[in-house]
């Protein structure tokens, strides 16, 4: 039977489907989500949240492993992981519920079933009628003004190594695993195959990390991915560059997964981690005018709007930045331009990028490389965290890392900036604020930071364009 008319259906209730709902919900627009899982999708289940959850608790195992460098004996503690779990599932739990209540409080209605779009037909003259079917093979059609697809990704697989579950695993496999191994092999150095190379080799798991380019490359600054490389090898994480895998040097057995490479590499298992690609399979979008690229994603404009004028896409199934925030911010874009709100177009400059491993990585806009390409005029002013009074105090031994800012030579303005050490994930959202406002380098070093706090290094980065720092 046909519901009544929606002004908007999202397809898909992960963190970019919700957002959208909520801002439309807060427009007073009449709005359905249809969900074939659970709502809070990838990040909330499968993603940010407990592998944040993981790294923390094997971050504090390590720190209590540096204790006497605090002046602090303790015993050799014991990394239960039945405990780390417990406690992943207890936090992803009360934000579940959280959202839940979010959902109903702002009167959207949730659909848990499976969305496809439909073509024109007597219930509807344009495309984009969504059809919900249910597990017990019920179906019904929700007529709508807007539809936005926000269906996400999933985990971009070997065709050579198919996904077992036990020895070939994705990133769900992992954060669902009840006993740890005592090897793992990573494929791929892209940001969720160093988050768990980083997880594992602190607490003392063997990490090797299996990449087809010659060396690591995140977030585009050349020095940052080598001190990311340095600080994980001193972790214990082997690197094996440059190898072109087939099915001719893998071999998986009952037991185990060999490698044959320069040297043979036998794990327990193997985290094939090597990118994710959009869901856009089986969700009708032939029945549509809405144009898929050649990267198998669906191509929007800057305010999220598809080729058919009233289908909107939002989220990983647009392939820009796969981030949670980036989807987020994607989702209510999309709804203020539908709804004539005049958004400001989406500027991915603008938006942080971060990698939770230890040491952690964080960017914004252009690296001083990138910059160049571009033509602009650019002068980096880079500081080290030793140079840094909270730095010293929050890490045990030498602080790691560094700070760099890229600076248009032109008028001052920041255009970029890469940090990697200890909190630089908290950091870079000064920096966000910074480049929205178009701030310069001037005004970074003007405004007073707190001290001792890790950003007081930002601040003299400003004042270093100028040639007025103090401490540097
Ligand atoms: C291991 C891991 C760690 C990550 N860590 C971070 C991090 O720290 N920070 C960060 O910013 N990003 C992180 N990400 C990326 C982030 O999770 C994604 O960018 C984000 O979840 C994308 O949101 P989305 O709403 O586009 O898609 P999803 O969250 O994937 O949501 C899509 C939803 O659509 C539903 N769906 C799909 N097809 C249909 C259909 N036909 N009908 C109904 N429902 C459907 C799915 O069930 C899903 O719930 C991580 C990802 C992974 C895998």
């Given at each position: 039977?046909?519901?009544?008319?929606?002004?908007?259906?999202v397809?898909?209730g992960?963190?970019s489907?919700?957002?959208a709902?909520?801002?439309a919900?807060?427009l007073?627009?009449?709005v359905?989500?249809?969900?074939?899982s659970?709502?809070g999708?990838?990040c909330?289940?499968n993603?940010?949240i407990?592998?944040?959850?993981?790294?923390?608790?094997a971050?504090t195992?390590q720190?209590?492993?540096?204790?006497?460098d605090?002046?602090?004996?303790?015993?050799?503690?014991?990394f239960n992981?039945?405990k780390?779990?417990e406690?992943?599932?207890?936090?992803?739990a009360s934000m579940?519920?959280?959202?839940q209540?979010?959902?109903k409080?702002?009167?959207?209605?949730?659909?848990?079933?499976t969305g496809?779009?439909?073509g024109p037909?007597?219930?509807?003259?344009q495309s984009?009628t969504?059809s919900?079917?249910y597990e017990d093979?019920?179906?019904?059609?929700l007529?709508?003004?807007?539809?936005?697809?926000?269906?996400?990704?999933?985990?971009a697989?070997?065709?050579?190594?198919p996904?077992?579950?036990?020895?070939?695993?994705?990133?769900?496999d992992?954060l669902a695993?009840?006993?740890?191994?005592?090897?793992?092999?990573?494929?791929g150095?892209?940001v969720?195959?160093?988050e768990?190379?980083?997880?594992?080799?602190q607490?003392g798991?063997?990490?090797?990390?299996?990449?087809?380019?010659?060396k690591?490359?995140?977030?585009d600054?050349?020095a940052?991915?080598?001190?990311l490389q340095?600080?994980?090898?001193k972790?214990?994480?082997?690197?094996?560059?440059?190898?072109a895998?087939?099915?001719?040097?893998?071999?998986?057995?009952d037991?185990a997964?060999?490698?044959?490479?320069?040297?043979?590499?036998?794990a327990?298992?193997?985290?094939?981690a090597?990118g994710?690609?959009?869901?856009?399979?089986?969700?009708?979008?032939?029945?549509t005018?809405?144009?898929?690229?050649?990267?198998?994603t669906i191509?929007?404009n800057?305010?999220?709007?598809?080729?058919?004028?009233h289908?909107?896409?939002?989220?990983d199934?647009?392939?820009?930045?796969?981030?949670a925030?980036?989807?987020?911010k994607?989702g209510?874009?999309a709804?203020?331009?539908?709804f004539?709100?005049v958004?400001i177009?989406?500027?991915?400059a603008?938006?942080?990028?971060?990698?939770?491993?230890?040491?952690?990585v964080?960017a914004?806009g252009?690296s001083a490389?990138a910059?160049?390409?571009q033509?602009?005029?650019?002068k980096?002013?880079?500081?080290?965290?030793?140079t840094?009074g909270?730095?010293m105090i929050?890490?045990?031994?030498?602080?790691?890392?560094?700070?760099?800012?890229?600076v248009?030579?032109?008028?001052?303005?920041i255009i970029g900036a890469s940090?990697?050490?200890?909190?630089v994930?908290e950091q870079i959202?000064e920096?966000?604020?910074?480049?929205?406002?178009n701030?310069?380098a001037?005004?970074?070093?003007?405004a007073?930071h707190?001290h001792?706090?890790?950003a007081e290094?930002l601040m003299?980065?400003?004042?270093?364009y100028?040639?007025q720092?103090?401490h540097?």
């Amino acid at each position: 039977m046909a519901q009544e008319k929606y002004d908007l259906v999202v397809l898909g209730g992960g963190i970019s489907g919700y957002s959208a709902a909520i801002r439309a919900a807060q427009l007073d627009k009449k709005v359905a989500i249809v969900e074939k899982s659970q709502l809070g999708g990838t990040c909330l289940h499968n993603g940010c949240i407990p592998t944040k959850s993981f790294l923390k608790s094997a971050d504090t195992y390590q720190l209590i492993q540096h204790a006497e460098d605090y002046g602090i004996s303790t015993s050799t503690p014991t990394f239960n992981f039945q405990k780390v779990q417990e406690r992943k599932q207890r936090i992803v739990a009360s934000m579940y519920s959280g959202l839940q209540m979010l959902i109903k409080q702002k009167k959207i209605d949730v659909f848990n079933g499976t969305g496809r779009l439909l073509g024109p037909s007597i219930f509807s003259p344009q495309s984009g009628t969504v059809s919900v079917t249910y597990e017990d093979g019920q179906s019904e059609l929700l007529t709508n003004d807007y539809v936005l697809i926000a269906t996400g990704s999933s985990p971009a697989t070997l065709p050579f190594l198919p996904i077992d579950h036990q020895r070939i695993v994705t990133s769900d496999d992992l954060l669902a695993m009840t006993t740890l191994p005592n090897s793992i092999a990573i494929i791929g150095a892209g940001v969720i195959g160093l988050e768990f190379a980083s997880f594992f080799s602190q607490i003392g798991v063997e990490v090797h990390v299996i990449e087809a380019a010659d060396k690591i490359r995140i977030n585009d600054s050349e020095a940052v991915s080598q001190q990311l490389q340095q600080s994980l090898s001193k972790r214990g994480v082997t690197f094996h560059t440059g190898v072109a895998l087939s099915e001719d040097n893998v071999k998986v057995t009952d037991d185990a997964v060999t490698f044959e490479l320069d040297d043979t590499i036998t794990a327990d298992m193997a985290l094939v981690a090597i990118g994710r690609r959009a869901n856009i399979a089986d969700i009708g979008l032939s029945n549509t005018e809405v144009v898929v690229t050649e990267q198998q994603t669906i191509e929007t404009n800057d305010y999220m709007q598809t080729k058919a004028p009233h289908i909107y896409a939002s989220g990983d199934v647009i392939g820009q930045l796969q981030l949670a925030h980036v989807g987020a911010k994607e989702g209510v874009i999309a709804v203020e331009h539908m709804f004539q709100q005049v958004p400001i177009a989406i500027d991915y400059a603008l938006m942080p990028r971060c990698i939770y491993t230890t040491p952690e990585v964080a960017a914004i806009g252009l690296s001083a490389e990138a910059a160049k390409v571009q033509g602009y005029d650019v002068k980096t002013v880079k500081a080290a965290f030793q140079t840094n009074g909270k730095a010293m105090i929050m890490s045990p031994g030498t602080p790691e890392g560094f700070a760099e800012l890229i600076v248009d030579q032109a008028d001052g303005s920041i255009i970029g900036a890469s940090l990697i050490g200890q909190n630089v994930t908290e950091q870079i959202n000064e920096l966000s604020v910074l480049q929205f406002l178009n701030g310069s380098a001037l005004e970074l070093g003007m405004a007073t930071h707190a001290h001792p706090s890790m950003a007081e290094l930002l601040m003299e980065l400003g004042l270093k364009y100028e040639k007025q720092a103090i401490h540097l």
